[in-house]
């Protein structure tokens, strides 16, 4: 066969599967999902849900550096379908079996381009028909769409096998296309390489402005990239109430994505963390994009009950898990955010690591880590049922560690000469406590990576099984940004060293979670969005955050808010502060429920628990594994309210929130075991209780219930209620 | 005091340090050494030997990013003498004693400028004696300068002492100026962010052409500066005699330094290596920068025997050094560059480490790190008193290594499935043999700090003391150069983790050193320039090289030259291969006299020892550590005859080596101790041999001789000679 035969045969072959598209059906048939390829060859999906569209044909391609770009001029040389319906048992979660069902479409793609020595696309498309090819070469490369339809979504990801034309490739961008078909409401915070900790605007997609300033209050470090760029996981809901959440799935190996938007069509464009070369990505084949997700239903429920971005992650490669424990922490924290003590030991600055001896530093009497107080927390922990007690600032090198782009910030190893290792570890041993331990990074991953085995064994040396690692601050290796490959690959790398030593870690700083948890289900929690610590020190986080976050951040996995704050006002410690948690107590205990996490902080100090010894009872119940999740109602902005299962337990824990507004809410208890009798215990808002004017009035009440009872709970402005459910005995 | 006054007095001060400069001489009187502040405060200094200018006018400043350089507007604040004459004894070394005797002279300098609110110089010097001052604020920041003055040369750094006004800064570069007073001979290399591994040019000053194509033939990796960009160790001569050479001592936590050369006025400034964010170096008071060093005299031996860039490192903070040993090593190694066998296992290409199975991969059948065939080189070593065996190619992962900027490219502890480690662990220790570790990055820096602590203890498991580190490659973090502060720090960072771990370390590609094997004493030698290898796939290396090294690399510590190739041409390997060594046999006898290094590969075939192994006696008897060292004749480029005493024996090695050109040299014995009769081995060409022409023509006589003898060692083109001399029995 001649080479210009060969090309007229591509392009008919091209043409036939341009106009013959393939569909797809989720299991329930709501989802119809299209491909193509357009004219030119560009690939193209279509989604639509109960036969509206969802999203409007959107291409899906890659740009390339030093190479051709994979956009279009493509072909479709091989389509495979297949079905899944399987179900499997996290480690631990939100249920005890989840289940997997989705159909599958698998596009095989081949492009044909002619380059010139530079790696250019010939300016002579006929080249290898004319006689002028001297420089030219053909480049042939395969990519693989797969698609994967669910009841509750589509995920789809690019894989790049291996090929002769394509083995070491640099990505400069993907530019993959989520057109929506309306001015949506929806629910975002600005797009930025470094930070994830903004409040959250609700907008129309056209009013999206990320240059808002106010939403970073108090950031410590970021980095914007354009006005029209968001972060996902990005909520939206249609004006005729349809709900659309967009995020990705199983982050590995490749830069994060964001959303950039254009605020006339409704159309959006993926853009990827940068490196410090300049471009995005260094890939190998086999390699393949994280899967993009688009969930969809027309209940709000739905979307907080959705399985899946778990679904899509990769099953763990752990094979003991029996180690990994979910739990309930203390910690010497909150005191430090209140500024009732200091992470550094010493007020000097300008300290360099290897050359201080900290044995002849001045103490500045505030240093929070400190053996003695290490031991009230310990105390505390082992009196309440509490299983760890972290500890910040017990490591030296706090007295400079933020702002400087510093490499050698913290060794890791190193105590406070106040701080007695061997000593707390003894006396936490002896009172059934877990210590749990303390790594900021400052950003500097170079550092961390270089100590982490040294890290780790001393961790294990001194009975500490948990981690809570921090990236604040500008990141080294200097260039790379939070959320750029490099950095996605160092979070991951600790987890599995992590796992390797058979610790738990709980980032705070990274990017947002994408459902790894499910591989790395060492990988407790994450931080990653606006925590309750922005209320001890600026504006806060308003009303309605904690019925946003579940919509958005959590949905790629668990997050370490950090609840439970029972002194609402900083006032309490320093009559200036106008600070305060933007909830009611009563709200803070809701959130136990609400706010999944496997590690869950009980955040204020032990004697503001002392004083509420009775309200603090729900923490000392509440579970942080479950069985059963039931998404009761929620509306993003407005209310959530969840009821879950303990696992392996009869027990069940009700959290219901509101934003800013009162609200009445009705619990059917109508997943309790029928013919069992239980008693309900409400932790709801006094009647005269509001957020900011009267927020720590609660009451208590017990009640006998069963099945067909139903909880009617009164929800304060800013309020909300937390009920444990337990056999009758 | 108001302010105008202050100002008023300051500039006074300068004034009257700028005409009254300070003068340092050498304790032997021969160096003359003067410093003062131009008209317009910047610190200059002149450098003279026996009356005659060496170094004009030249001045020593910074330009800093973000803040007003540090170049100039400066007064001398205080200025402090010392004077210092101790002797110590390195770990292993040329010498038993090495002697620091210098006259000191510190100079604190003042700056005070006005500076807006973007940190530029207020363009209103009077801004603080008028009202125009409420964007601008008084910058004062102090350096001091240290100058101290050797019988053979000079050494100066500069000092950044913690001050308010200069806490953490980042250099744009350094613009240090050797102000050079002719067009002097000079033997350089091209300046190179990324690799020393060039032949040497030997030009006048005005002729440095940094572009010239064939000094790089075959290096894997470069990354060119500039035209007028050199390498140090740079080495001139002047017209009448007189040896210059500049270079720096303890380079630690700040870039390599390059010497552009103004090729018109023969005045040469400092340039730095960059890195990835456009800048030199991050650094935090104190600090300091290397030392800038001036080795000066009229005789080329003395150069060869100054040990001012040892004296001007920090002495060694390992307690116990007992676990340090200068070794002999034999190797997996040539037999790999001469394509005998293969570092890789299989011939596939495209690898991802952490997916493959290495145990289905198919075998070449040319892997030379197989348990069989490193067994025969443990047998050789053990046969011929060779202490170590190293193995490269040992570890999975050589298929796909080079040239893709790629990040995980080994693991540093997988074997693959042809190498025994735990039988060669016992089969080493039943033969009282060591086997030698190979780490090779490919520049992936992050990737070999990840997995060091894994790597280090791997090796301890094993019976490993030694590693040979390589970085062929670009340098991950991307961005980065081989000669940038990231890895300065990276090199600095795994001497010092080997020495926590007594392990001794071989980096070849890394930047050149800086005499920092005092400091480290477990950093036994580098490579970091153009080694015997390049024989064996290049061009290679012109007669000449070995008698420029000494003068130029070699300044500034051991080099693994890995000299000991006895079959010369490698047509004996394959008739179509036209390279060869360029030198004799004999020649590469002496290397290992004239080469220093506590660590000397015997780098040829066992095969290829056990022919001729009259010859390879020499290589039995050398000693790698020695008492006493005279440098008996020298001229850069021409010639080197070094006579040294082994340690703790009363024996003598000479070694002496021509380059192209024939040569009949006289080593006078008078270094032997006087009534003691000796047998002299002498290893020589043969009245025939010459390098190109019949390069492995050797003769092997013995004589008696004491400390009144005088031998004649006749040198053929490209030759060498030498000699063991031994006490009669």
């Not at 989604?47 to 190479?67: H, N, T």
């Not at 990801?157 to 291996?162: L, T």
């Not at 955040?603 to 009775?614: C, F, G, S, T, V």
């Amino acid at each position: 066969m001649k080479l210009a035969h060969f090309i007229l045969l591509v392009l008919i072959f091209a043409f036939s599967h341009a106009i013959s598209g393939q569909n797809l059906r989720s299991p329930d048939g709501n989802l119809s999902f299209d491909f193509s390829l357009s004219g030119t060859g560009e690939p193209t999906y279509k989604l639509s849900y109960k036969g509206k569209p969802v999203l409007a044909a959107s291409r899906i391609g890659f740009e390339l550096k030093g190479q051709p770009a994979l956009l279009g001029g493509f072909t479709a040389v091989d389509t495979k379908r297949a079905e899944k319906d399987e179900a499997w048992n996290p480690v631990w979660g939100e249920v005890k079996t989840i289940r997997n069902h989705y159909r599958e479409l698998a596009v095989t793609l081949q492009q044909t381009v002619a380059v010139d020595e530079k790696g250019n696309v010939h300016p002579n498309a006929d080249v290898f028909s004319s006689a002028a090819n001297s420089n030219a070469k053909r480049l042939t490369r395969q990519i693989v769409l797969r698609f994967r339809l669910f009841d509750d979504g589509l995920g789809f990801r690019c894989e790049f096998p291996v090929q002769n034309d394509l083995k070491y490739f640099t990505l400069a961008d993907e530019k993959t296309e989520f057109n929506l078909t309306g001015d949506h409401k929806t629910f975002w915070i600005p797009g930025d390489y470094d930070s994830n900790e903004f409040v959250y605007t609700t907008s129309k997609l056209s009013e999206i402005d990320a240059t808002i300033g106010k939403a970073a209050d108090e950031i410590a470090f970021r980095t914007p990239i354009a006005a029209n760029a968001v972060q996902t996981p990005l909520m939206m809901k249609t004006a005729d109430g349809r709900y659309i959440n967009i995020h990705e799935a199983a982050l590995v190996n490749y830069p994060a994505m964001y959303m950039m938007v254009d605020r006339k069509t409704f159309g959006m464009t993926s853009h990827l963390a940068p490196n410090a070369v300049g471009s995005a990505a260094f890939l190998q084949t086999p390699a393949r994009t994280p899967w993009r997700t688009v969930i969809v239903s027309d209940k709000a429920t739905d979307i907080l009950a959705s399985k899946l971005i778990l679904n899509l992650n990769e099953p763990t490669k752990i094979e003991d898990t029996s180690w990994i424990k979910p739990q309930k922490m203390i910690g010497v924290w909150w005191e430090l955010h209140v500024n009732r003590s200091s992470w550094n030991y010493s007020d000097v600055n300008n300290i360099i690591l290897a050359d201080t001896d900290w044995s002849k530093m001045k103490p500045n009497g505030r240093h929070g880590a400190n053996t003695a107080n290490v031991k009230r927390y310990i105390d505390f922990a082992a009196k309440n049922g509490i299983d760890g007690v972290l500890v910040e600032g017990w490591n030296v090198g706090w007295e400079d560690w933020f702002g400087n782009w510093k490499e050698d910030v913290f060794d890791f190893v190193t105590p406070y000469p106040d701080f007695d290792v061997k000593e707390l570890q003894r006396y936490a041993v002896s009172k059934e406590v877990k210590l749990i331990m303390h790594h900021e990074t400052s950003g500097s991953a170079t550092n961390y990576e270089r100590r982490l085995d040294e890290a780790f064994r001393f961790m294990k040396a001194n009975s500490y099984d948990a981690v809570k690692t921090g990236y604040v601050g500008k990141i080294v290796p200097r260039g790379e940004f939070h959320d750029g490959q490099w950095m996605i690959n160092h979070y991951n790398h600790v987890a599995a060293k992590a796992a390797a030593y058979k610790i738990m870690i709980d980032p705070h700083e990274p990017v947002r979670p994408t459902g790894l948890s499910r591989t790395f289900p060492n990988w407790l929690a994450s931080e990653a969005a606006r925590g309750n610590e922005f209320n001890a020190w600026s504006s806060g986080n308003p009303p309605e955050h904690e019925t946003i976050l579940p919509f958005t951040r959590l949905m790629g996995g668990p997050m370490d808010y950090t609840p439970g704050i029972f002194e609402i006002k900083m006032s309490h410690y320093d009559p200036k502060k106008k600070e305060q948690v933007h909830t009611t107590l009563a709200k803070q205990l809701a959130l136990y429920v609400t706010m999944f996490s496997p590690l869950q902080m009980a955040a204020d100090l032990p004697e503001n628990y002392e004083k509420r010894i009775d309200a603090f009872q729900f923490i000392r119940d509440v579970a942080v594994d479950w069985d059963d999740t039931r998404i009761v109602e929620a509306e993003p902005g407005d209310f959530v309210t969840i009821a879950r299962k303990a696992k392996g337990r009869d027990e069940w824990y009700v959290g219901a929130i509101t934003d800013e507004n009162a609200r009445t809410t009705t619990v059917p208890l109508d997943f309790l075991t029928p013919g069992r009798e239980y008693v309900a215990t409400v932790y709801t808002d006094a009647a005269d209780a509001h957020w900011e004017k009267n927020p720590m009035a609660y009451k208590i009440m017990s009640q006998n219930v069963n099945g067909r009872a139903v909880l009617k709970l009164s929800l304060a402005p800013g309020g909300g209620a937390a009920v444990s459910i337990k056999l009758r005995r």
